[in-house]
């Protein structure tokens, strides 16, 4: 009885096979540099009728198994009219490395009774899953889908892995047509406009860059072959950056004014009321509220209001991908891509669970204290910054910071946890300056999530100045707790408020009526651009750095450093792009994220068996189709909105 | 009472021919009392020197003008434009708009999940400050505030009436409208209207074009405080 069992990386399949195999599995070479495969024996599939342990093999891809083209003969930039390609039939291809691992693939399905799918559990997954399955059943016509397996698994720990082995589920083919529906989409509508926007826009660019690089005296190459691509979500992802942009650029500050109160006290020194009304833009307005104060009350306010109350600073949810993207940004300066490809690296080191998740909510059942007690790494001479943290959390020593259950999100993406640290460090731990960075930031994250919120007593004073409203609130930490773990979030007590209560009469020392002006938001940066794109559904967990990167690469958007902060700003090529397409006036916006998140909503329909891939195709391929004849004829419209944006930039 | 809520009254002879005025209801009486009782004074002393006083009698006007003093102009603008056409709406930002749904630039210092940001915005619209233009039967022009939350004040129509109430409060020009001296009556002039949310983009878009030269010719436009 033989089992073949593929996975999505090498390190996956090795640690994988080492935990099935007892510890002991034979490696061979696979045909392919960075592929190896794993022979061991397994007793425990439940699939396998036979008493007694069965041979294993175990291998993997490096990713997507194949790629879909159009075929190049035909269809090849130049050979064809661009919109035939909304019709064209579609290729499977493969480049070098994976023709390579799919020949490995159909070797050791040849003799095998079944197959293992051990994929990432997320919908690309389960794509490549079946891609896989395709490709061994080619080879191997009794690997039917009765006999094809999926592991369900989020992290490399032994007794999960073992688990996982012994529960295979199938492949779900509703995501697996989702993600062949995206596919197809995608590189119709991306291949299409690319072409289009290349042939129409390639010559003012190019002059661009070759009077810049006369400019800046640089060495540039002339770029020969400038690619202005179109994405189904990199024209989202630009819009957001090219509105800030514009917003900044239209902005024109305004004046408000408003009343401010201060109360002097021998002990408090002087504490100021803020209006309950903020600010208004109006001054005639002010000035009439400040004047009938005046009137009816001199400087005389009465206090109608003394809250205190405990209060708490919560602890953070648990994490997920964007959550992390979003605070690696934030916090470390990473971007994006950096601080996905570190959890990544992580993962497959075996560091943290799966880096990709939306769940925001652990399982009741998982042993949350034995994590926490491996970060305090008791036995070990080297320990983390943390450790001692999390010893006094687990430990029965006295103290009001215990482990306390973690809050729950309201999301489960049903397939993994929300990202935590697995092992802890120790000193032979080989991880780069950026892993390093990522595994403290999730580990410190996780000890907060398992901590108490931060406990402290705050103090509202409102006070009634002739019918005006004007409060003062104070705070007082009292228990630092999860604080003291996570160093980002700040709660600091504040300057003591006066001591004052209901219905006391007071003398104010000074009413004033004060003015500001608006100023404009400051330009995007990486973590805010995350939110929105995962606020609007562009971009998945994964995907976002992605999109992020290409925007940068294709020259739409750069990144230009301020002091601390790292802005992300359009380029000339950026703004004119987006202006171009809503001088066209498409019925969609392409710059805005609405059609993308309805697309979006199609695929998730797909996933649920509620609309087929055929329908959705069709439907949306010829929306694309009606946008590019209509494109086509306003060619002149992109250069010339080229032009302007251009003169208003310089 | 039609005759006075639904035309321009400055354009409606007072005091009016009616016939028997003792059939009419106590609140059209008063309603015919606020609109023939004497108008407020222009002065001597001039409007922007008659300092808190308060009216001795119910004074009827119509709505000329509402403007929103607690949002900023900019504010506005975007908020109509983004109506009039969701399609150019700046997604750069979270505003709930009826089918096109945006994120809020969520405020990331805060760590506390995100609330409900539509409702939020309701509440803090409610507390809004409205500076309104009020006319009188004489054509004579006034400014008033809303002191107390108003909540006809978002919606009411260019011309309808109100009435201000013996008691309230006026200062240099401005009446105070406060719950309970002022009464809504409804009522609506035509042509004010029209294209309402159109008319009110480019007189926003004037005002803020005017803040900007401004700020070209003065550097900035602080004045010194009162």
């Known amino acids: ?650 | 009472m039609s005759t006075i809520i639904f035309q321009d009254i400055s354009q409606v002879p007072s005091p009016l021919q009616i016939n028997n005025r003792s059939t009419l209801s106590s609140r059209d009486l008063k309603i015919l009392e606020a609109f023939e009782n004497e108008p407020w004074d222009l002065g001597p002393p001039a409007l922007v020197d008659q300092k808190f006083t308060r009216l001795n009698r119910d004074l009827l006007f119509q709505i000329v003008m509402v403007e929103n003093t607690s949002k900023s102009k900019l504010n506005q603008v975007d908020d109509i434009r983004a109506k009039l056409d969701p399609n150019l709406q700046r997604v750069d930002r979270l505003k709930t708009t009826r089918d096109r749904v945006v994120i809020n630039q969520v405020d990331i210092d805060k760590d506390e999940p995100t609330s409900d940001s539509a409702g939020m915005a309701a509440y803090s619209q409610s507390k809004a400050v409205f500076k309104l233009v009020l006319q009188d039967r004489k054509g004579s022009l006034f400014y008033a505030i809303n002191s107390s939350p108003l909540p006809w004040l978002q919606v009411c129509m260019l011309g309808s009436k109100v009435i201000i109430k013996k008691g309230s409060i006026f200062n240099r020009g401005v009446f105070v409208l406060q719950e309970p001296n002022v009464l809504f009556l409804g009522g609506i002039n035509r042509a004010w209207n029209e294209n309402r949310d159109g008319k009110l983009c480019e007189y926003l878009e004037c005002k803020l074009q005017r803040d900007a030269e401004d700020v070209k010719l003065n550097g900035s436009r602080k004045r010194k405080n009162p």
């Not at chain 1, 891809?61 to 661009?82: M, Q, S």
């Not at chain 1, 082995?165 to 083919?173: G, V």
């Not at chain 1, 950096?338 to 399982?363: C, V």
Request: proline share 3%.
């Open chain 1, 1 to 650: 009885m033989k089992v073949l069992c593929v996975a999505e990386k090498n390190s996956i399949a090795k640690a994988v096979s080492q935990t099935l195999g007892g510890g002991s599995c034979n490696a061979r070479d696979s045909g392919y540099m960075y592929v190896k495969n794993y022979d061991f024996n397994f007793e425990g599939f439940p699939f396998v009728q036979e008493a007694g342990s069965c041979q294993v093999t175990m291998t993997s891809v490096a990713g997507h198994l194949t790629g879909i083209d159009f075929p190049n003969e035909r269809y090849g930039w130049g050979k064809c009219r661009i919109d035939e390609l909304f019709d064209a039939p579609l290729n499977e291809v493969f480049d070098k490395n994976q023709k390579r691992i799919a020949d490995n693939i159909r070797k050791e399905a040849r003799n095998s009774n079944f197959l293992m799918i051990w994929t990432d559990c997320d919908r690309e997954g389960e794509y490549i899953g079946w891609e896989i399955s395709r490709e061994a059943s080619r080879n191997n016509s009794r690997l039917t889908s009765g006999h094809i397996y999926r592991a369900v698994f989020s992290h490399l720990e032994r007794r999960h892995i073992i688990d996982a082995a012994k529960r295979p589920q199938r492949l779900d083919m509703g995501s697996v047509n989702a993600v062949g529906t995206r596919i197809e989409i995608d590189l119709r509508a991306g291949v299409t406009f690319t072409r289009l926007l290349t042939e129409t826009m390639r010559n003012k660019v190019s002059t661009t860059s070759v009077e810049n690089s006369h400019h800046n005296n640089s060495n540039r190459k002339k770029d020969v072959s400038t690619v202005i691509s179109y994405g189904t979500c990199q024209f989202p992802t630009l819009g957001f950056v090219v509105d800030r942009f514009e917003r900044i650029r239209n902005f024109i500050a305004e004046e408000f004014w408003y009343i401010q109160l201060e109360l002097e006290s021998s002990e408090n020194g002087m504490t100021a009321f803020a209006w309950e009304r903020g600010n208004l833009f109006d001054r005639l307005a002010v000035f009439t509220f400040y004047e009938n104060c005046i009137e009816l009350a001199g400087n005389r306010a009465k206090v109608v209001d003394v809250k205190s109350r405990p209060t708490s600073k919560y602890r953070p949810l648990p994490l997920t991908t964007v959550e992390l993207q979003k605070n690696c940004a934030r916090f470390l300066k990473l971007n994006a891509k950096q601080s996905l490809d570190a959890a990544e690296k992580l993962y497959q080191k075996g560091f943290i669970s799966y880096p990709r998740t939306e769940t925001d909510a652990f399982p009741q059942n998982m042993n949350l204290r034995s994590l926490i007690e491996k970060q305090a790494q008791l036995d070990q001479e080297s320990r983390s910054s943390w450790a001692n943290y999390a010893a006094q959390l687990v430990s029965s020593s006295p103290g009001s910071n215990k482990f306390k259950t973690p809050r729950n999100g309201s999301h489960d993406d049903k397939a993994h946890p929300p990202i935590h640290p697995i092992i802890s460090l120790g000193r032979q731990a080989n991880l780069s300056r950026v892993e390093h960075q990522v595994y403290e930031y999730v580990t410190r994250h996780f000890l907060a999530c398992c901590s108490e919120d931060a406990k402290g007593h705050s103090t509202t004073l409102s006070l009634d100045w002739g019918g005006e409203r004007f409060t003062a609130t104070g705070l007082v930490v009292l228990e630092r707790n999860f604080l003291d773990v996570y160093p980002w979030a700040k709660w600091e007590t504040s300057k003591r408020l006066p001591q004052l209560e209901i219905n006391q009469q007071c003398q104010i020392s000074k009413a004033r009526m004060k003015s500001g002006t608006t100023s404009p938001p400051k330009p995007m940066t990486e973590s805010e651009l995350i939110m929105l794109m995962d606020a609007n559904g562009i971009g998945t967990d994964a995907t976002i750095a992605e999109h992020i990167e290409k925007i940068q690469t294709r020259n739409y958007v750069r990144s230009e450093k301020v002091g601390k902060e790292t802005y992300l700003q359009p380029t000339t090529l950026g703004v004119a792009l987006v202006h171009g397409f809503e001088a066209i006036g498409l019925e969609d916006s392409f710059a805005k994220p609405f059609q993308r998140r309805e697309m979006e909503v199609e695929l998730k329909q797909i996933c649920d068996g509620l609309r087929t891939k055929g329908q959705v195709v069709d439907d949306i391929v010829n929306k694309y189709r009606r946008y590019w004849a209509k494109t086509n004829e306003s060619k002149n419209t992109l250069l010339q909105v080229y032009d302007r944006v251009k003169a208003s930039m310089s």
